[in-house]
C-alpha cells in the first residue's frame, strides 16, 4: 500500500502550498491540495506534526491549520516581530523563537502559551529539541548558543560562539548537534560540548537535515546538495538538484530508502531516492512538482497510522473561500493568562524573595 504523505511548502507570497504525494517504488507524484493564504507577509518557517500543520511569518503570527478536518485553526499571537523557527516535539508540544528574543513553549492540547523565555539579547534565529524532549538548543543574534532544560524552562549551558550562527539542529540520536554561522558547519559532541569537528560549504548554508546519524545533507545558496559525514566531518557526495538556489531541505524514511526532499527559489519542489549506505551515490529523482512561487521554507506532513486519508478528492479550498471562512469564524487565541517571563539572557543577580521573576500580561 502507497504511503500518505503531504509536502508543506512557505512562500515570499505569503501563500502556503500543500501537496499529496503518492508514492511508488520508481516514481512519486505531487498533486495539488491546499493552499493556505492567512498570512499578510512572507512565510518563515513551517512545522508539521501527525495533526498540524503550523507557520510562522514576518507578520508577527503562527497560524495553525487541522490536518484531520482539514480546516484553519486560528492563530498564536504571543511574538513581536517575525517567527523565525517553529518545531513540534510529538504532537504534544511546539517550540517557537522568534525576533523579539523569545523562546515559547505550547501545548497543542488547548494552544497555550505554557512557558516563555526571553532566550537571546537580539533574534532567536534557530532552535532545535534533543529527541528526549528535555533540552533545547537555541543560535542567536547575541553570537551565543545556549541549551535550555525545557523542563524547568532554564538556562543550562551559555557558550559564546563568536559569531551569528543562524542553524542549530541535533541529529537523530541526540549524541550530536550542528551549528551553522555562514558557510561553516562546526560539529559537537553531547559529551563533551565541544566542536569534534569543522566543514566548509562553497555557498552560505541556508538548511540542513540529519538523514541519520552519520550524514548531514546541506544545501547552501547554489544549485548542489552535499552530503557530509559528520563523524569524519568531510563531504562525501554532492549532486546538482535545482537551476537555482536551494532554499530548504526535508527527510524522510520509506522501507529501506531515504527520501530526501528539496524546494528552491525557482519554485521546484522535488523529490529524491539515497540509499544510506557506506559508499553514497548521488541519489535518483522520484518526482517534482512546480509552485511557480518563491519558497523560503519545507516540511513533510504524515498521518499517524490511526488517521484515516481519504484518496477522493480534497476539501481544499481557494485562498478566496478561506479568507471568506476566516471572517466568519476565525478563532484566535491570544495568551491573555499570567506568563512568567523569565530573562535568562543577561547574568543573573542577587536572588530577590520572589525569585527574580516578573509578571507579564501578554
Known sequence: MAAVLELIAGSYEQITFGYRVKTGENEWTAKADFTHHA????VSAVAASERFVVTGSKDETIQLYDMKKR?????????????????????SHLLSGGEDGLLCVWST?????????????????????????????????????????LINGRSAFIKNIKQNAHIVRWSPDGDRYVVVVN????????????????????????????????????AGDDETVRFCDVGQAKWVCEFKAHETRVKAVDSLMVDDYCVLLTASNDGYIKMWKIHLKEELEPPILLGEVNTT??????????????????????????????????????????????????????????????????????
Open 39 to 42: 498570512h499578510t507577509a512572507s
Open 71 to 91: 480546516t484553519e485553526h486560528g492563530a498564536l499571537l504571543h511574538h513581536e516581530g517575525t517567527i523565525t523557527c517553529l518545531e513540534f516535539y510529538g504532537t
Open 109 to 149: 492540547k488547548k494552544w497555550e502559551c505554557m512557558k516563555t523565555i526571553r532566550a537571546h539579547k537580539g533574534h532567536v534565529t534557530s532552535l532545535s529539541v534533543h529527541p528526549s524532549g528535555k533540552l533545547a538548543l537555541s543560535v542567536g543574534t547575541d553570537k551565543t548558543l545556549r541549551t535550555w532544560n
Open 183 to 218: 558557510d561553516k558547519i562546526d560539529i559537537y559532541k553531547l559529551e563533551t560540548a565541544s566542536v569534534t569537528g569543522t566543514i566548509t560549504n562553497p555557498k552560505r548554508i541556508s538548511s540542513v537535515k540529519f538523514l541519520n546519524n552519520a550524514v548531514l545533507a546541506v
Open 293 to 362: 512561487a518563491r519558497l523560503t521554507c519545507l516540511a513533510v506532513w504524515r498521518p499517524s497510522s490511526v488517521q484515516s486519508i481519504s484518496d477522493g478528492p480534497s476539501n481544499a479550498v481557494t485562498s478566496e473561500e478561506c479568507s471568506q471562512e476566516l471572517a466568519k469564524k476565525k478563532r484566535v487565541r491570544e495568551t491573555t493568562e499570567e506568563v512568567i517571563v523569565e530573562d535568562e539572557s543577561k547574568p543573573k543577580k542577587k536572588k530577590k524573595k520572589d525569585g527574580g521573576k516578573k509578571a507579564v500580561k501578554k
